[in-house]
């Protein structure tokens, strides 16, 4: 366990997960909040599903209201960190432009760029929510990586294929981050 004085002198951080849907993004946030509270730090994770029930309940599916929800979460993240709770955002988050918006919200010394970088056909083959069985059988759903556009991180602080990398090989990639 950490000693209080350590914990102070740890900036807290925002680890942003972002990929398609089915990629492991929440498998890995919930992993990495798990591991990080087992070492002290107090923690939230702010997913896309969780947050579209009640925060941004507001907003759909489209390019903007998918740059406000990425928004919305970079606000909270900074929150968070400000008031020395550990953020992982686990969102879809497809543009880059809101990707470096959130980075801007946050503070560059303390986002931490993930990209989920599993494959299209992998995250297909689990889509554990239907979304692409959905989006075969309508062609009006705007399904990201699919009819709808995923610009792809270029200069991600940690690429991660979950097809490739075990969850726990993940978490200590994603935990190398800590600044102690």
Same mark, same amino acid.
């Given at each position: 366990?950490k000693?209080?004085?350590s ?21 890995? *946030?919930e992993?990495?909040?798990?591991n990080?509270?087992?070492q002290?730090? *107090? ?8 947050l ?8 759909g ?12 979460? *970079? ?28 980075r ?15 494959p299209?056909h992998?995250?297909q083959q689990?889509?554990?929510k239907?979304l ?19 610009e792809a ?16 090989a ?11």
């Amino acid at each position: 366990m950490k000693t209080l004085d350590s914990l102070q002198n740890t900036q807290s951080l925002t680890w942003w997960l972002t990929g398609l849907s089915g990629a492991g993004k929440t498998t890995l *946030a919930e992993a990495l909040a798990s591991n990080l509270r087992s070492q002290g730090y *107090a923690v939230c994770v702010l997913d896309g599903d969780e947050l579209r029930k009640g925060l941004s309940n507001d907003l759909g599916f489209s390019f903007a209201d998918r740059e406000e929800q990425s928004r919305r979460a *970079a606000e909270l993240a900074s929150l968070l960190n400000a008031n020395g709770i550990m953020a992982i955002v686990s969102l879809v988050s497809p543009s880059a432009r809101g990707r470096a918006v959130a980075r801007e919200i946050v503070g560059n010394d303390r986002f931490i760029e993930c990209y989920i970088s599993t494959p299209l056909h992998i995250c297909q083959q689990r889509d554990p929510k239907g979304l692409y069985a959905k989006a075969k059988l309508n062609c009006d759903i705007q399904m990201t990586g699919v009819s709808a556009p995923y610009e792809a991180p270029t200069l991600a602080n940690c690429v991660i294929d979950t097809s490739e990398t075990e969850v726990t090989a993940a978490i200590e990639q994603l935990n190398a981050f800590l600044k102690v």
